[in-house]
């Protein structure tokens, strides 16, 4: 790495101070790649070193050759102060990524595996992350979320307004994305919040392209556990009410949660 980069990835706030004020520029890049020293800073999470070089003239929206910004490093890693020192500094929250039209917010839920990503979410939410922003398949921030069974983020987005029964081509749903991944908590919350506080409730009998429901999604990759909630909302506990769910509810292909269980 170059020397400002290299002391940026080590957080060494010393030794940037010292080249900045020996010439060095807090916005040099490797040739190759695009990495500068505040990506550098942001993929460990050096919230001081991000506010020194940023103090030092580093343009905080100079992205990597692949479109990455120092925003999208730090969100993707789950670094919550990293993030919020960047957010500070005028970091743009919807930046969206050419090809891909990845958000800081969608690399959170798609990325991240740390503590801090419902941190990071608040933080991107209350610096105006549009919550509408859907990336080239349709896919917004919540149904990543739901997919990778994030539940802090599901939940602080699910407060903050997200469209919950968005459809993304295909016809799929973030209900469905947590049905079938597994991720019962997440089901339970979105399900929960849409039948509480007078909001638009959840569609449970919502049908993607193939004619499939979130319990059909749940039966198909043998997801008991998240199948149950789904089926508590319709107040199905008796045997003859589940068979009658089961056998009732087909596809366009004529296969019901019954037959793909």
């Not at 030092?56 to 692949?66: H, R, S």
């Not at 992350?129 to 699910?158: K, S």
């Not at 007078?198 to 319990?215: H, N, S």
């Amino acid at each position: 790495l170059l020397p400002p980069c290299q002391a940026a990835y080590n957080g060494n706030n010393e030794v940037v101070q010292i080249l900045i004020r020996g010439g060095a520029d807090p916005n040099i890049a490797k040739a190759s790649t695009g990495f500068t020293p505040l990506v550098a800073a942001a993929y460990n999470g050096f919230a001081p070193t991000l506010d020194a070089l940023l103090e030092a003239g580093a343009d905080v929206e100079k992205p990597m050759k692949n479109g990455w910004s120092a925003l999208m490093v730090a969100a993707a890693q789950g670094h919550a102060q990293a993030t919020k020192s960047l957010l500070r500094r005028g970091a743009n929250p919807n930046r969206q990524l050419q090809d891909s039209r990845l958000t800081p917010l969608m690399a959170v839920a798609a990325t991240s595996m740390t503590r801090q990503e419902g941190d990071c979410t608040s933080a991107l939410i209350q610096n105006k992350a549009d919550l509408a922003l859907v990336d080239r398949n349709g896919t917004d921030a919540l149904m990543f979320a739901a997919r990778n069974g994030r539940l802090d983020m599901v939940e602080i987005m699910l407060q903050g307004g997200i469209h919950y029964n968005r459809k993304r081509p295909g016809g799929a749903t973030a209900l469905m994305d947590a049905a079938a991944s597994g991720h019962e908590a997440v089901v339970r919350a979105i399900l929960d919040y849409g039948q509480n506080g007078g909001r638009p409730p959840v569609k449970i009998d919502e049908r993607d392209d193939q004619g499939q429901t979130a319990l059909m999604h749940a039966a198909k990759g043998g997801k008991d556990h998240t199948m149950m909630p789904l089926l508590q909302v319709w107040s199905v506990w008796s045997v003859w009410s589940v068979w009658s769910v089961w056998s009732v509810w087909s596809d366009s292909n004529g296969q019901t949660v019954w037959s793909i269980w």
